[in-house]
């Protein structure tokens, strides 16, 4: 079969490997980069440091670039605050808008005229509204796919129902109805949508007009994240890891701090919390040094030391969507999980089985405990998960299905007479 002309449209380059976008995103890729051409198209990485060594990692694997000289807005500072309350004249929801700009659109354009693209990548939801922006009535005759991390109106949806703030929640519903209408174009409009979960793919059709949705599931590195038997796990210890600056991570480690941990330390004065993540606030740092056994290790090149020594893995997710390649780290290295259901929603595991699932905080204090205090079964549910992940989750036959879906798409407008 002949090679295929990829450009993936994305907000960075991903790596370093801190966040589980740029996991699923850099493993998928250095693999298909191998077969056909992949170009990456997007902003420049904040970090000087990072953009050199996320280029070099690209080359090394195969994998294209180009950059655009802009970076996506921070969402800290004064201008944060003032172009949230911009965007209430925008139509686009406010990570839409930030994520399309001008430069990328023509960096776009320039590709387009000099390549012939047999499938336009848009590796984030956002990311189809620049596309949408450089090509203009040319969209509707392109091959081109939207990969969905998460269904983000859903996401938005969660963080209104969290919400106690009258003005918050005013403005977090906007945000939501905004997502609604931009993903029900975005699904529906492109040639194929892609979700990371059966869950997802479902809520894509229903809801959003998405009659072509594949699933690719997240997937994790089994040959890297593997059982260290040779190290002894600490059962006192628990982690928490998850990127440090998405918000319905941080609304799960508020949960940790002000309800759980302080619960599980009354009983267990030995307990420790390792935050474990990339890019964590101000607050959070002074918060964590101020509270015995909890401590913020931020940006770490490898969570592998964590997952080989915490007692357990807890994913206290009250937001969110897709699926937790967390979790899947840590139980291809056998370590134990207690998740809430949003946090272990999206994958096929079984709840009590390969993986604890628990309804409420105080349930997850509870099984937190009864894991410190016998832990033998939550050691044989790490042990049965290990071997589910072996058979679904690996990156390989991930990346077959991908390839699976852009052969599919390329036919399909080879197909469509011009």
Known sequence: MRSLNIAVLDEELPFPLTSGKRIRTFNLLRRLAGRHRVTVLCHRNPDRREELDAEDACRAAGIETVVVDRAVPSKSGPGFYARLAGNLLSPLPYSVATHTSPALAGAIREFADANAVDV????????????????????????????????????????????????????????????????????SAATRAIAVSPEDAKLMREEYGATRADVVDNGVDVGYFQPQHDVERDLSKLLFLGSLDWRPNLDGVALL??????????????????????????????????????????????????????????????????SRLKILEALAMETPVISTRVGAEGLTLAAERELVVTETPSEMTDRILEGIRQPEELRETAERGRRRVLARYSWNPLADKLEAVWRSVARTAAAVPA
């Not at 990548?121 to 949408?132: D, F, G, I, K, N």
């Not at 939207?146 to 906007?174: D, F, G, Q, T």
């Open 257 to 322: 701090l002000d309800d759980i941990f302080p619960k599980v330390r009354a009983k267990h004065p030995n307990a420790t919390l390792s935050l474990v993540g990339r890019r964590p606030p101000e607050w959070l740092k002074e918060r964590a040094a101020n509270t015995p056994g909890v401590r913020v290790f931020a940006d770490v090149p490898d969570v592998r030391p964590f997952l080989a020594t915490c007692g357990m893995l807890v994913v206290p997710l009250r937001i969110g969507g897709g």
């Open 120 to 187: 336009w990548h848009c590796e984030w939801t956002p990311y189809a509204q620049v596309l949408r922006s450089a090509l203009g009535d040319d969209l509707d005759r392109s091959a081109w796919t939207v990969m969905a991390h998460n269904v983000e109106s859903l996401i938005w949806k969660r963080y209104l129902e969290a919400e106690l703030n009258p003005v918050r929640r005013w403005y977090v519903r906007k945000q939501w109805q905004k997502f609604e209408r931009f993903e029900r174009w975005a699904y």
